[in-house]
């Protein structure tokens, strides 16, 4: 039904198709020009190093209250209907009535690989009954050593309400340690010398000498700070030899920013600095990801279709809005689908577009890699497909990323080529 055979697993197989694979197709000073109108044009994205220094108490009141608790029945992971008292509980742990008139922000680091929720509660909420895979208070993911702002905690003190580049919501506060000030973050964040990470997950290496930097892992996209020269020669007892030698943020017992040294070794897929941003690097970073989980939110320990074009993009210095109409917005050069086109007035669009561009339907975000005997094909990461039984469409699972035609059925026997709205090239 994937209309796909093993070959076509491999990126090779569509750079082969591409012409000047290797030509950068924007610059790092144009990447971040580009990244300087994503925060102009979407509102969801914002400069951290420039967030405002507080924020006043209807303001503050309003970002928290900006997510409702559901309206209709909802389950919890037993299937069993949640009742009022559980929402009340979770409201009175927002703590608005600790708000004040005006409420300094604080900054803060994430120490670890952590997750942002609507709700300041780890405990899962699902509109059908039976379901455990969309969990309606995950929102999104949150990678290892990205700056935050604090602006507010829980009543129970174990949740910070944080407003990263590209999204905002609660999160787990023993994820989190706090800077002293803005210039000690930002010294870390914009050091010039850094480690990206390339491969789809790596870790440091094992340290018995401090639990926290030991074995810790980081996914595709995570920029590390990187110490040049030779300043130590042994960290955890092992040499640096073979390694790269990295400043790492822990939390102290305080709950404040602390540093520690860690060794990655190299031979993790690393890359010193962004990748050059080339549509030869796009697919080899897209098919890194073939196979991986797919998890609403970034929930269990996967990515959702639009999470999945964040991270590869991260890897060349492009940071996008979190969700799929959001990145849809942002680029200059885009096609347009007009309802009513016919498949071959669809197919027709894909002539002007190269591999590499975002492809975006109602709800759902794809890369293009390229053509196949005239048939558009893509790499996402997407939960599945309608298989025709008799009279009408059943849905099949995926959960996963993989490459497919376009012309792939949904549940609706409507092909996803029919539910395009858009294909971006971000150039």
């Known amino acids: 039904m994937f209309e796909v055979f093993e070959d076509m697993l491999s990126p ?4 082969r198709k591409i012409d000047s694979t290797d030509k950068v197709i924007m610059t790092p000073q144009e990447i971040e020009n580009f990244n300087r109108k994503v925060i102009n044009k979407v509102g969801t994205v914002c400069d951290i190093e420039t967030y405002k220094k507080s924020l006043k108490k209807d303001e503050l009141i309003k970002l928290i209250k900006s997510y409702e608790m559901p309206k209709k029945p909802m389950y919890d992971k037993y299937s069993n209907l949640i009742k009022k008292d559980f929402y009340e509980d979770v409201i009175k742990n927002t703590n608005l009535g600790e708000v004040k008139d005006v409420n300094p ?28 895979e969309f969990d309606r208070f995950q929102e999104t993911g949150c990678q290892a050593l990205e ?37 000690e973050l930002f010294d870390y964040i914009n050091s010039l010398s850094f480690l990206l990470v390339t491969g789809n997950y790596i870790k440091t290496q094992s340290n018995p000498f401090d639990k926290n930097v030991s074995k810790l892992g980081f996914t595709m996209g995570t920029k590390i700070y990187l110490e040049k020269g030779n300043i130590l020669h042994q960290i955890g007892n092992q040499s640096v030899i073979g390694n790269y030698l990295v400043k790492l943020p822990v939390r102290n017992e305080e709950g404040n920013l602390d540093f520690r040294y860690a060794l990655i070794s190299k031979k993790e897929d690393v890359n010193v ?16 990801l073939i196979g991986d989980r797919y998890g609403w939110g970034d929930s269990l320990g996967g990515r959702d279709c639009s999470s999945y074009i964040m991270y590869v993009f991260k890897t060349f210095g492009i940071r996008l809005p979190r969700n799929a109409n959001e990145q849809e917005a942002v680029a200059d050069k885009s096609y347009k689908f007009i309802e009513g086109m016919s498949n071959e007035e669809r197919i027709k669009v894909f002539d002007s577009v190269k591999p590499g561009a975002l492809v975006y339907m109602p709800g759902h975000a794809m890369i293009y890699i390229g053509k196949e005997k005239g048939i558009p094909y893509i790499i996402h990461n997407f939960h599945g497909y309608g298989e025709k039984k008799e009279d009408k469409y059943e849905f099949v699972p995926v959960n996963e990323v993989m490459v497919t035609s376009t012309f792939l059925p949904t549940t609706s026997g409507v092909s996803f080529i029919e539910k395009f709205t858009s294909v971006l090239e971000i150039e």
């Open 12 to 15: 090779e197989y569509w750079i």
């Open 105 to 132: 922000v604080i900054y803060g680091i994430a120490i670890r690989n952590t997750y942002i929720r609507s709700f300041p509660t780890e405990e899962a909420v699902f509109d059908k009954q039976g379901d455990i």
């Open 147 to 183: 700056p935050v702002v604090i602006l507010h905690r829980s009543k129970d003190r174990k949740w910070f309400f944080i407003q990263m580049y590209n999204y905002r919501g609660w999160i787990k506060a023993e994820d989190i340690a706090i800077a002293k000030d803005k210039k």
């Open 273 to 288: 600095g962004y990748l050059p941003y080339t549509r030869e690097n796009i697919l080899k970073q897209a098919f890194k």
